[in-house]
């Protein structure tokens, strides 16, 4: 291969790590928040900060929607997730829940859903951005 090929291959390589840099941090400001497990059976719902501040969720909405029908849980005022800590939202009080450390809530009115389920979950800041959860 000439000298020419190499440096353009080069320039080429460099172009798409840095796209693929830019696309990882634009994904980290809009994800901070991430949807970290659902349970296949529908009891529980868990949620992780990974970001290295606190996110305070006063307002935020949690939206589920089960083949067009649209749960919503509501964050209850001052709540805060913690930096690198877990929030697992249960049905019920007595779920398993994967992460005994996480903070817990429930929501009694969370739809239950299977496998075979169209479900869409959302997350909604207080200002009506909708959060991508990974």
């Not at 390589?13 to 529908?42: M, P, S």
């Not at 829940?97 to 997350?123: E, F, G, Q």
Request: aromatic share 8%; net charge positive; with cysteine.
């Amino acid at each position: 291969m000439n000298t020419e090929i190499i440096n353009q291959l080069q320039q080429e390589k460099k172009a798409a790590e840095d796209l693929k840099k830019q696309l990882e941090d634009k994904n980290r400001e809009k994800g901070d928040i991430i949807l970290d497990e659902v349970d296949r059976y529908g009891p529980y719902i868990c949620l992780r900060n990974t970001s290295s501040e606190d996110k305070m969720m006063t307002g935020w909405k949690l939206k589920l929607i089960k083949d067009r029908e649209l749960f919503t849980y509501k964050f209850e005022r001052n709540f805060t997730l913690k930096a690198g800590e877990g929030l697992t939202l249960h049905r019920f009080r007595e779920t398993r829940s994967p992460y005994p450390d996480n903070t817990h809530r429930c929501w009694a009115s969370m739809s239950r859903w299977n496998s075979r389920d169209n479900v869409k979950i959302s997350l909604m800041s207080n200002t009506g951005e909708e959060h991508r959860l990974k």
